[in-house]
């Protein structure tokens, strides 16, 4: 296992590594589960000649990128891309160990706002999630992303200044009743996938039902009937 970072546009080996952690941002595959936290990797270098002197070494300083690549039967995968979080030099007064945490693209999309995304109408999950990753400055290194099958009337049409892409990816999939996550690729080193209600090959299904414009007022349940509060009254679809 090697571990790497991008330093003045080339990918530099770290040297004299310590024992390194990562943790997937998806934590189980259980069918509740439908939208991945942020992933991240933490691993500690030796520092005698203090060459990783946060601040101090061109190019070496929060945000580059980093993976984490290992050999099997003679080719290199991708376990794991992120930017770096922080980097901490420990092991005073001597300061001879620097850690450093990476996390990965999910952090990026829970922190920077939406920018400028085209009010959809009529779409699906996997339109809307492009059309989010196509204003975003730092995309993901690949996408495989499933075709929705729930159709959403209107899309954006609640973004605000401060709004999420994580937000907004988030409910998406929580709609779809589907999963979002990033898969760890030999080439790429992540790649965000999104997958559909029936993608995901469950035994549940989901059933839309069109409902009559004289009662459209009111939030119905599959069989027709007025879906009601506890105190009797009509659940409103606004």
Do not use: C, H
């Not at 991945?36 to 990783?52: E, H, P, Q, V, W």
């Not at 339109?127 to 075709?147: G, H, K, R, W």
């Not at 009337?153 to 009743?177: M, P, Q």
Request: aromatic share 10%.
């Amino acid at each position: 296992v090697k571990f790497y970072a991008y330093i003045s546009s080339a990918w530099v080996e770290l040297l004299d590594v310590q024992p390194a952690s990562v943790q997937r941002g998806m934590s189980d595959n259980l069918p509740e589960t439908r939208m991945a936290s942020t992933g991240d990797l933490s691993l500690y270098l030796k520092n005698s000649s203090g060459i990783y002197t946060p601040g101090t070494t061109a190019g070496w300083k929060k945000g580059i990128p980093i993976k984490e690549v290992f050999t099997f039967e003679g080719e290199e995968y991708t376990k794991f891309r992120g930017f770096i979080e922080d980097i901490t030099l420990e092991g005073k007064p001597a300061e001879k160990i620097v850690k450093i945490t990476a996390l990965d693209w999910f952090d990026y999309a829970s922190k920077y706002p939406v920018v400028n995304p085209a009010l959809l109408e009529d779409t699906t999950a996997d339109a809307a999630i492009t059309e989010l990753l196509s204003n975003m400055p730092i995309q993901p290194q690949a996408t495989d992303l499933a075709v929705g099958d729930i159709v959403f009337d209107t899309v954006f049409d609640t973004v605000r200044g401060n709004t999420k892409a994580y937000y907004e990816i988030s409910k998406l999939v929580n709609s779809e009743v589907g999963r979002a996550y990033l898969r760890a690729d030999k080439f790429n080193g992540e790649t965000l996938v999104f997958e559909s209600a029936t993608s995901r090959s469950g035994t549940r299904k989901v059933k839309q039902v069109q409902l009559p414009a004289a009662q459209s007022s009111n939030l119905l349940k599959e069989d027709g009937g007025a879906l009601l509060l506890e105190t009797g009254d009509n659940l409103l679809l606004n």
